[in-house]
């Protein structure tokens, strides 16, 4: 802990005391000002811990990088992940057409081509059905 000044060490310096004197002083009463300070932040810290608040957070080490002995080994290091179609893996269980009647359809509508839809529904029993739609 650092030394406490005197009233008697104050009163004893005048105009022509030496300058190294008082950079002394001055170095002991700072030593002083942060003993007090890192007092009064423990009992603030202690206060707020007793009112159920979180006191001051504690200082974090800084994490440490691995080192890397290339540029190389950094960018392999990130490895970008896709995902992969699931459909080639579907068991179809049956097929169903689908027509649509022309006469519910505007009447300048004409046939493009056929779109394949698969549909999964899971009931107690896997029900994977690929359609084959008209479509106008």
Known sequence: MAERVSAQDLA???AG???A???NL???LMAR???LEEELARARDEINRLKGEQGRPTKLKPRQRAEHSSDRERREAAKTWHKGAKLPEIVIDRQVEVRLDPAD???D???KDHVTVTVQDLV???DNVRCWCERW
């Open 109 to 111: 509508a004409h046939l």
């Open 124 to 126: 107690l029993r896997t």
């Open 12 to 14: 004893g310096l005048g």
């Open 33 to 35: 000002v942060q003993v």
């Open 17 to 19: 005391t030496d300058p």
């Open 21 to 23: 004197v008082l950079l």
């Open 105 to 107: 359809l505007p009447a």
């Open 26 to 28: 001055i170095e002991r």
